[in-house]
């Protein structure tokens, strides 16, 4: 059982509903986002093409914590409140967490951002409270117009995430990091030729 | 007053570490006892909980709900998504996409959620009704009661009927809600009180389509479902941005493309539906019927017409005064030359029983042999034909229409549009040769003063190719529900005071009608779901010249728009989740929706229907009308009962109760026009259209826009100013939530580097913008997704989001197209207006 993310960058428009349903379900104060959808200046805002008129191409990645195999979050935080689930998700225990912020400093994702007014860390939980209860969907998964996003085991070959990483050429977001990211994006149609 | 407890009140008094340390993450709000707490708070005064002050236990995995109520938000987003509200004590805990029978239609987006959470519980709602007490414009407002407004309306309608005649008092209402009733409130209100009722279609700007379908098919707009698009080859679309303005339904059009299905876009922008395109044409703006009537030159030219279809489908084939450029007819019958008797042989009109009433799609399939196009009816040539006693020159419609598109060579369209000649030829090859191709228009074209002859031109195209009414094909602008059921409301419907009738007058000229109180005084304007101040032409002339006629001003509204601000009476009104019942179509597919109530009405809020019966119980009226009539008994009785397209009266009331959507009883899968017969005079596609010879469109033509970049205006003002939508926003209803401005916090001008440069201007600059209309400043964004010569100044924001609170609403103009007003009425373009830009 191992929990992950198949990204269609295909699919994202760069609405930020999943970002919205995200701020919704965990009350994120003003600022904060655990999903973050990042444009081709790595930003979430002023969206803008990169390119010259008329050769241009438009990219948005929708960044949620990559729930890493190796992640160096759980091994800086100070008193275990970040830790990996047996299922593949990475979790942060709200109560345990003092807002020290070395997890922070330590995802290479930007994944994690401080909640100034709870002053704990907030993250992608992979909507774990969801998925516990048998819900088999997460909020961001759920609300995405354009069907984008899809969360699912990757061990299980039966799974729809499964599906997609065999169907299409997927690719890690800024491998390079070596952390072992579970978030996998794919384009399901590149541009044809006419 | 109570202190109003919002989200920052909270946050400022106890920390969410204070929360989450005192009582663990799973329960928050039992532990801080001063907060208003769901279930604490009374209705009635401003004592309303803000559901986002309070974390949720989430420990059950969903949040604490005690029901969860089906409803349907539909903002003119065009969407109507199906919404599952989880309610707790009466407050909104969230939202989720409620289960649909196609899970494909199962949806959601950020507006809604942001609407659902923020803008339902906004401190900005209209709570009461609230009687200006300064000066108009100054936003101040004291408390009233609803007796006292309804006493107060009473007396200024009735005064004005004393003494100006009922047609002084005037309703405008729009599309913030889409709900059948709410659609047509203001027409039914206005025919309770015979009093003006100003069209709303041309002003909001979304009309152009239809005057092309209107000439040529008499029916208002039409595309296949959505999903007819899997199956396409091909898809080519002409100002679409669906991935912004139909971001619910862009999904199929990735689904389309993943079953391979090439995707072409057309636009000036390189839109984010452009970024997904395989293949982006850039225009220049205003100009794509040219490019189309190039295309069509070499579709022409290299044998891509399907003459069968247009002998047969189309009156193409009739006879045409090449003097006059009437069609010749004998009798009721039109006249075709059959080459087989060389002469002039008459072909009759369809019955109506043999062709559909619009929105209906039944007809009896009988094809009375009278009507039946002779296979030997000539589509070229000159003729010399007796009518009515005299010999005339007579050449079929179709010969008229290829010497029509002679001049439009690709190298001549190319000089116009500039597109490459060979990217519209490769354009018009593509569309003959990889067939079925989804022929799709929409908004970005339809904003010109030009704005008909783009779709006027695919039309033409679509019937000279025999495309029309074929699956995976067509000539696509709008389809769904929610166009049908309002044109077939019943006048038992919209006439809810049996003799009584409004008088109605083109929405595109109330500030005309209204500054020169011709043809007739309008004294009282009352406004209803339209958050006017926001998008509309001419606001400096509203200001100045249109509103100090009027004596009073009522606007019916859930929040204080920009509009509210100027009126001498707001009427609060209920959100979708406190409605207790309505019927809503959708433009995403073939059903109808109901909404049922989530929660109750917050503070004093009443919907427009029982603030029609307060006034009409004032008027003494109350029990003559249908206004006595609930909400649900108003549905079923009138709205769905007495439809007259068989299509929704057939719908099943109590199954649509029960499961809160049901399919229309149209043909699924559902292909437009299937049935090839036309609700026109002849039953067929009068690509030829004889009513519009006098303004010389009786075949697709182009000329410039009102405002062309190539004018002589354009020496002084050589920029073309858009204002497209987001995908953050439907219009300005959705602007002023906190979490739409975390992902969009400010308005800008998208600007390319080339015009920005040669101003000085950089991202983030303010500019001014100016014509000789007005003027207003925003934040520049260059950015190279825009035209050089074009800028696109985001739609939606009010006035106190610009520097001085000037609106680019006073840059707007609004022009009559008596080409247009000839079919319909002239619709609004926003997009046809030059400026220029110089840094503030």
């Not at chain 1, 269609?8 to 904060?32: D, I, W, Y």
């Not at chain 1, 774990?128 to 354009?146: F, K, S």
Request: hydrophobic share 40%.
């Amino acid at each position: 059982m191992r929990y992950g993310f198949a990204i269609n960058v295909h699919r994202c428009v760069g609405c930020r509903t999943c970002t919205v349903a995200c701020k919704m379900e965990f009350r994120l104060p003003g600022g904060v986002q655990r999903m973050r959808v990042l444009n081709d200046a790595g930003e979430t805002t002023y969206d803008v093409p990169v390119g010259t008129y008329p050769d241009l191409a438009f990219h948005w990645r929708p960044v949620p914590c990559q729930h890493c195999d190796e992640p160096p979050c759980t091994q800086v935080c100070p008193v275990g409140a970040t830790y990996k689930r047996d299922d593949g998700i990475v979790a942060v225990d709200e109560v345990a967490c003092v807002g020290c912020g070395a997890c922070v400093a330590a995802c290479p994702y930007g994944a994690r951002q401080m909640d100034p007014e709870a002053a704990v860390v907030q993250k992608c939980s992979l909507c774990a409270h969801r998925l516990d209860a048998g819900i088999d969907t997460t909020m961001c998964q759920l609300t995405c117009p354009n069907r984008a996003i899809t969360v699912g085991d990757l061990d299980d070959p039966a799974s729809e995430i499964a599906r997609l990483l065999t169907t299409y050429d997927a690719e890690l977001y800024e491998a390079d990091a070596g952390t072992g990211p579970r978030a996998y994006y794919f384009d399901s149609s590149p541009r044809k030729a006419i | 007053m109570t202190e109003r407890c919002s989200a920052a009140h909270v946050h400022s008094t106890v920390s969410r570490r204070q929360f989450v340390k005192a009582a663990g993450a799973t329960a928050v709000a039992a532990s801080v006892s001063h907060v208003l707490v769901p279930g604490a708070r009374a209705r009635g005064d401003e004592a309303v909980a803000d559901p986002l002050a309070e974390r949720l236990d989430l420990s059950a995995g969903q949040a604490p709900y005690d029901r969860v109520a089906r409803t349907v938000c539909a903002p003119n987003c065009v969407g109507s998504c199906g919404i599952n509200a989880y309610v707790k004590d009466d407050v909104i805990q969230k939202v989720e996409p409620a289960e649909y029978p196609d899970p494909a239609h199962r949806r959601i987006c950020l507006r809604g959620i942001s609407n659902a959470m923020q803008r339902v519980y906004s401190p900005d709602r209209v709570k009461y009704p609230m009687r200006r007490v300064g000066e108009r414009g100054d936003g101040e407002f004291e408390r009233i009661s609803w007796d006292e407004a309804f006493d107060l309306i009473h007396e200024k309608m009735q005064g004005n009927m004393d003494a100006y005649g009922p047609a002084s008092n005037a309703f405008l209402g729009m599309t913030g809600n889409y709900g059948v009733t709410q659609q047509k409130y203001c027409t039914m209100m206005a025919n309770t009180f015979d009093a003006t009722e100003f069209s709303n279609f041309g002003i909001m700007g979304d009309l152009a389509m239809n005057l092309a379908y209107l000439p040529t098919m008499n029916i208002m707009q039409e595309a296949n479902e959505w999903e007819d698009m899997v199956g396409s080859k091909s898809i080519i679309m002409f100002g679409c941005n669906y991935a912004e303005t139909n971001m619910q339904d862009m999904h199929f059009v990735f689904d389309a493309q993943e079953a391979g299905a090439k995707l072409v876009v057309i636009d000036p922008r390189f839109s984010r539906t452009a970024a997904k395109a395989d293949w982006w044409i850039p225009i220049r703006p205003g100009t794509d019927a040219a490019m189309i009537l190039g295309m069509m030159h070499r579709v022409v030219e290299t044998g891509g017409v399907d003459e069968a279809y247009v002998r047969d489908n189309t009156n193409l084939a009739f006879l045409v005064d090449v003097d006059t450029g009437a069609v010749l007819r004998d009798g009721d019958s039109y006249l075709v030359w059959d080459e087989s008797s060389e002469k002039a042989v008459p072909v009759a009109p369809i019955p109506d029983a043999n062709k559909p009433a619009y929105p209906s799609v039944a007809f009896d399939p009988e094809m009375p042999a009278a009507c039946v196009v002779p296979a030997m009816a000539a589509l070229r040539g000159a003729h010399e034909v007796e009518a009515d006693g005299k010999t005339v020159t007579a050449k079929p419609a179709y010969q008229l229409l290829v010497e029509s598109l002679e001049p439009w060579t690709p190298e001549a369209a190319s000089e116009v549009c500039e597109v490459p000649a060979d990217d519209i030829v490769r354009l018009a090859d593509l569309y003959v040769s990889e067939a079925p191709c989804s022929l799709r228009c929409s908004q970005g074209t339809n904003r010109y003063w030009n704005g008909h002859l783009p779709m006027r031109a695919l039309i033409q195209l679509a019937a000279i190719t025999g495309n029309i009414g074929k699956p995976h094909a067509n000539v696509n602008w709008a389809g769904g529900t929610l166009f049908k059921i309002l044109c077939c409301c019943s006048p038992d419907m919209l006439v809810p005071r049996a003799g009584h009738a409004c008088q109605t007058l083109p929405g595109t000229q109330w500030v005309d009608i209204v500054a020169s109180q011709q043809p007739n005084p309008v004294k009282l304007l009352w406004t209803v779901g339209y958050g006017w101040g926001t998008q509309g032409p001419e606001w400096n002339r509203v200001v100045e010249e249109a509103l100090p006629q009027l004596d009073f001003i009522i606007v019916s509204e859930q929040i204080m728009t920009p509009g509210a601000m100027y009126a001498d009476l707001v009427l609060p009104v209920t959100s979708y989740y406190e409605e207790p019942f309505e019927i809503v179509p959708t433009w995403g597919n073939m059903d109808i929706q109901v909404r049922h109530q989530a929660i109750s009405p917050l503070w004093e809020a009443k919907t427009d229907r029982e603030i029609a019966q307060g006034l009409c119980e004032r008027f003494g009226i109350l029990e003559e009308t249908t206004w006595r009539l609930g909400a649900e008994e108003f549905g079923r009785e009138y709205v769905l009962g007495r439809a007259l397209a068989p299509e929704f009266s057939s719908i099943d009331f109590d199954e649509l109760l029960e499961k809160g959507v049901s399919r229309a009883n149209y043909p699924q899968p559902y292909v437009a026009n299937e049935g090839q017969r036309f609700s026109t005079a002849s039953g067929r596609v009068e690509v030829y259209t004889e009513s519009q010879v006098s303004v010389g469109e009786q075949l697709a033509t182009y000329y410039e826009p009102l405002e062309s970049n190539r004018s002589e205006l354009a020496s002084q003002y050589p920029l073309t100013f858009m204002n497209c939508r987001t995908v953050y926003t439907t219009h300005s209803q959705h602007v002023q939530l906190p979490w739409i401005r975390e992902v969009a916090p400010e308005p800008w001008l998208e600007m390319s580097p080339e015009d920005a440069q040669a101003r000085g201007l950089r991202t983030g600059d303010v500019a001014r913008v100016f014509n000789d209309r007005g003027w207003y400043k925003v934040a520049v964004l260059v950015t190279p997704e825009i035209k050089q010569g074009c800028l696109n100044q985001r739609q939606g924001w009010w006035p106190k989001d610009f520097p001085d609170g000037n609106h680019y609403g006073t840059l707007l103009q609004m022009v009559l197209n008596p080409a247009q007003d000839l079919v319909y009425e002239t619709n609004y373009a926003p997009y046809d207006n030059l400026v220029e830009v110089e840094k503030a």
